[in-house]
């Protein structure tokens, strides 16, 4: 079984840990054992926390990796008890028992969802499952997101001398590995769980990490990242 | 303190990794320091998903413990708070806080089941709580379930040169140690609790095992049971 | 950022296992990378299960602390969504969509409450956050609740010649290096986080100390402190 899934994670944080942008949406193809991505893909969305639109990006990694590689299923990460999103009318959608607010997010995202789902849906042939935070393979999408929110910061903490705060995804730790940046999952039961991030550039070298628990979140961690010298 | 607790679990998977039936009930007599069954008492029951019929299958092999070893508590995997069922009539147990479903389920069973209590309450003289998933006894026999399963299905595997799937109790993974096989949690804090069948007729070496993380549903774990050369 | 924090906990338990009183409370200083207490400081307190007044003691550790060490921000393990403390009238209090017993204890004790959130408040300048177990700092104190109760409860059965069964914080472990009573967190992610205790009066060694999971609570372990050759 082949199945492509997206996530957007990894939080910018400001110095009182209070989270200002969401860093990246990626999209992984996973297959058996299940554990790593065999293919991937990032986009840097910087994109505001919490947003609905954060959905449309995950949507929009997944096209473009399908583009690229066959899959049997699509997994998004929005929790509509696995519905299949090719499926589901705006009404559908507000008949579901979900909070009020997802029903507003989905209100206002629908008509470019519905676009997004229905070209993938007909160039692929797959369903577009919106099984959320149940499915392993979204799991692994987010995790990937921090391997390549680091890479990516650090270039930029680098060029910039400037320190930057990165709230990781939860149960999420960050582990270098010659010129990769893994993101392993401290969740029980995930130990094997890791994506992957070639560092092409060598910024992590120009850059000191500090990794601690986040004092005022249980079960996620900071990751601060020091230009060298700076 | 000597424990006797039941639980139903382990399911046998189609190609889709969906559930097709809970293969085993286990019952388990556990003593200080609560970490592994003194005693164990299987029926492999092959029972639909989710029939509320389950908890019936668990007296049963509780009944069956009772007759062979004597214990100061039964624990049964049903959710009441605590309460101990030969103390419940029906109209009590409606008037639980539990899910519609839930008090459908003791409707259709409550005749059976409250014989079974009555039947096991006067023969050995003990509670039977129903304390569900926060007994540490009743998590010893879920394992179990997976150990009977394993081996009883690569039995079934090798007999018929069939490849089985099974979905694991949650946050559980399998090890072969000799001719044991050991289901062990990976549940934090539970590094200790283990439950282990003897494979006698030797199935575990005429099958191959695969283990990895079910991808639709994180914190559970497959085994595919796969016959040698098959 | 230098948090102080407080928590009670660490039960005095029958031999059933039932929770007779909760011993300890805790306040600690928690800096970068908030792993261990800098500071601590304790006080046995004995008091019964769920009374609300244990924030109270909370606030009083926590004041003995503030008089001794600057802090940035106070976390306190009341979960009204981190509000500030000096900010919340009663009837603001009221209005939060907490359990009708949380609110019940928040009449009772918001005249104290609300004076030594008050007296904190002028005295040090810094917010008194009602977080709870969000905060890795509440946490910490948790853990010494059990670094610290060991100590004590060790003391007094090495003393009285007496049995004593204490209740652990939850997926908490003890351990014994030398002449210190660590507690160390066992919740994934946590595998930093420890609170430590000398042991001056050498109490442990008179003690035998066995833990083993609460058979009736997944996820607590219990402390059995038998006095040695008693």
Request: include cysteine; hydrophobic fraction near 45%; proline fraction near 5%.
């Amino acid at each position: 079984m082949r199945i492509i899934a997206a996530d957007s994670g990894t939080a910018l944080l400001d110095k009182a840990y209070r989270p200002k942008v969401v860093l990246t949406a990626a999209a992984v193809l996973v297959e058996e054992p299940f554990t790593q991505p065999t293919a991937q893909h990032f986009r840097l969305i910087e994109e505001e926390y919490g947003k609905p639109t954060l959905l449309l990006h995950e949507l929009q990694v997944i096209a473009e990796l399908c583009a690229r590689h066959s899959c049997d299923v699509i997994h998004v990460d929005a929790s509509l008890g696995g519905a299949a999103l090719e499926t589901l009318s705006l009404v559908d959608i507000l008949g579901l028992r979900i909070t009020p607010q997802a029903k507003q997010a989905f209100r206002t995202i629908y008509p470019k969802l519905r676009k997004m789902v229905d070209r993938l849906y007909h160039q692929h042939g797959v369903s577009i499952l919106a099984i959320g935070k149940d499915s392993v393979a979204v799991r692994i999408a987010e995790l990937a997101t921090a391997a390549y929110s680091v890479v990516a910061m650090a270039t930029r903490a680098a060029a910039k001398a400037e320190l930057l705060i990165l709230g990781l995804p939860r149960m999420c730790t960050i582990q270098v590995q010659g010129s990769a940046v893994r993101a392993a999952s401290l969740e029980p039961g995930e130990h094997e769980l890791i994506a992957s991030v070639e560092d092409r550039g060598n910024a992590v070298e120009r850059v000191r990490l500090r990794e601690f628990p986040n004092p005022f979140l249980r079960g996620y961690r900071i990751l601060v990242i020091e230009p060298q010298g700076g």
